[in-house]
């Protein structure tokens, strides 16, 4: 075999092993705080948690396609906070696994997301809810007003 052959041959290789892997789910690269009701000396006296002891969280905006309308950011977040429920990130995002048909009227895959302590799972999923990590989603840019 010839040089250029082998070359040829491993290319075709690489780009091979390269095209048939898992696709990566694209997770949200913007992250977009939320404000928080607390007071600066709390959470001063808090330890920052740490990676492993976080989980993101989503739910559904609720909005309808040609209609709009649905829950904001800060709304979703708040009903969290209202059960005691710390959020380190809050940011939108659509679910890239389930497919909507194109109606008014129709759900779209709209959701927000919030990253909070795996203690306080629990009490996000008795509120609807969902482990981010059970769904595939892409970050987007909160609808205008709501950041």
């Known amino acids: 075999m010839t040089r250029n052959t082998l070359l040829l041959m491993l290319l075709a290789v690489v780009l091979g092993v390269t095209a048939c892997g898992p696709k990566e789910v694209e997770k949200p ?13 709390e959470k001063e006296e808090q330890p920052p948690a740490r990676a492993e002891e976080l989980i993101w969280v989503f739910e ?3 909005s ?24 380190h990130q809050s940011r939108c995002g659509v679910r890239t696994d389930r497919m909507y048909p194109a109606v008014c009227g129709g759900k779209t895959g709209d959701i927000h997301l919030h990253l909070i302590d795996k203690r306080s799972l629990d009490a996000a999923l008795q509120l609807g809810f969902d482990p981010a990590q059970q769904a595939q989603y892409q970050s987007k840019d909160c609808p205008s007003g709501e950041n």
Do not use: Y
């Not at 690269?29 to 000396?41: C, D, I, L, S, Y």
């Not at 209609?67 to 710390?86: F, H, K, N, Y």
């Open 29 to 41: 690269a913007r992250e977009e705080q939320v404000a928080t009701p607390e007071k600066p000396e």
């Open 60 to 62: 559904s905006r609720g």
């Open 64 to 87: 309808l396609q040609c209609e709009g309308g649905g829950t904001t950011l800060a709304e979703s977040s708040s009903r969290l906070s209202a059960e005691g429920v710390t959020i």
